[in-house]
């Protein structure tokens, strides 16, 4: 019996040094470790031996069965089997795998683009409650108890005189209110308006208002200032247009127009046409307002103006749904 346990081991000897494949290996471990390999069968022959000679053949089988399992084990994780014997072929100047990384939201980005322009123009940022009462969303702003926006209809009521704000003008109110002119200050944050949603309103967007405060402040500084906005957001070829409006809070009004970004003024689907583009709505600051902050109507002046970004963005990017920025579709956000 221990010839053939040392023949074995010579046998496996010779296979293992000729085994120099994964394929070859494998074939050596079904040859000696498997159900019908050469262990099995030297086991079988065992059964058949004398009691004094058994321990010592079940001895020297264990170890060599075990030696083999060693072996060919050894060899399949040696180098011979690392990634350059194997046919693969590893360029390690290869960039590596980049993890996916996230990004800004679009309306962010283009929130952080105005912030930045007005910064880069002297003006602060200031924030405020997006829950507010009914004085700094209407009263101060001389909007009137019968005006229509104070419908229920227009503005997401929480209980009496508390209500979800429906523009950032309220924060411009807060700070008259806390400071002396001058001020030069913009308010970018959410509105709330219970609008029908459709592909061009959402219950939510986001808004940008400034304002700017002091004594001898002129309707030509608020011309002068948002054609130059309009030049740095959008080009310096684009032109700006300022048509009569109306708004309760300034006095007089202007809605600002810039020409179409798609055709260039010559019209086309985006501009109806017209080779216009709305995008801010302006003014000087109504006394009215001043009095409700109690700032001196006869002293100060004031420009006044607001934009919705989503528009902006809109615009920036050619997108035709406002929904878009709300759905967090993966493949609309990575497009940015
Ligand atoms: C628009 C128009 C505007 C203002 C906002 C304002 C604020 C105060 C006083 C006077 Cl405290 N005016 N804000 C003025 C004119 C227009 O927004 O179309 N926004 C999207």
Avoid at 35 to 60: F, N, T, Y
Avoid at 156 to 179: A, C, G, N, P, W
Wanted: with cysteine; hydrophobic share 40%; charged share 25%.
């Amino acid at each position: 019996m221990t010839e053939s346990i040392k023949g074995a081991k010579k046998s496996f000897e010779n296979d293992l040094k000729e085994a120099n494949t994964k394929d070859t290996l494998e074939k050596l471990y079904i040859k000696y470790l498997s159900r019908k390999g050469l262990i099995s069968v030297l086991m079988a022959k065992m059964a058949g031996l004398p009691a004094e000679v058994k321990p010592l053949a079940g001895e020297e089988l264990n170890l060599l069965k075990a030696h083999i399992k060693k072996e060919i084990e050894a060899k399949k994780s040696s180098a011979l089997f690392g990634p350059e014997n194997l046919g693969e072929k590893i360029d390690i100047t290869l960039p590596g795998i980049k993890p996916q990384e996230g990004h800004l939201h679009p309306i962010t980005k283009t929130l952080n683009e105005i912030n930045d322009i007005f910064i880069s123009f002297g003006f602060e940022i200031a924030e405020g409650p997006e829950i507010e009462r009914e004085f700094y969303n209407f009263e101060a702003l001389n909007i009137p108890l019968e005006h229509p926006s104070r419908d229920a209809f227009d503005t997401f009521y929480i209980e009496s005189d508390y209500l979800l704000r429906s523009h950032t003008s309220t924060v411009q109110i807060r700070i008259m209110e806390k400071r002396k002119p001058p001020i030069q200050a913009i308010m970018p944050g959410k509105v709330y308006r219970p609008d029908a949603v459709d592909a061009s309103h959402s219950s939510m967007f986001h808004q940008v208002e400034g304002l700017m405060v002091d004594k001898g402040i002129k309707f030509s500084d608020l011309k002068g200032l948002l054609e130059l906005f309009t030049k740095r957001m959008f080009g310096r070829n684009i032109k700006t247009r300022f048509r009569p409006s109306f708004f309760p809070f300034t006095e007089p009004s202007a809605e600002v127009d810039i020409s179409c970004i798609i055709c260039g003024g010559k019209g086309c689907r985006v501009c109806s046409h017209t080779g216009w583009l709305e995008i801010l709505g302006a003014g000087m600051v109504n006394p009215r307002v001043f009095e409700a902050v109690g700032y001196s109507a006869k002293k100060l002046t004031g420009l006044a103006f607001g934009m919705g970004v989503e528009r902006i963005a809109m615009l920036r990017y050619g997108i035709d749904d406002i929904r878009l920025f709300f759905e967090n579709d993966i493949r609309f956000l990575e497009q940015f």
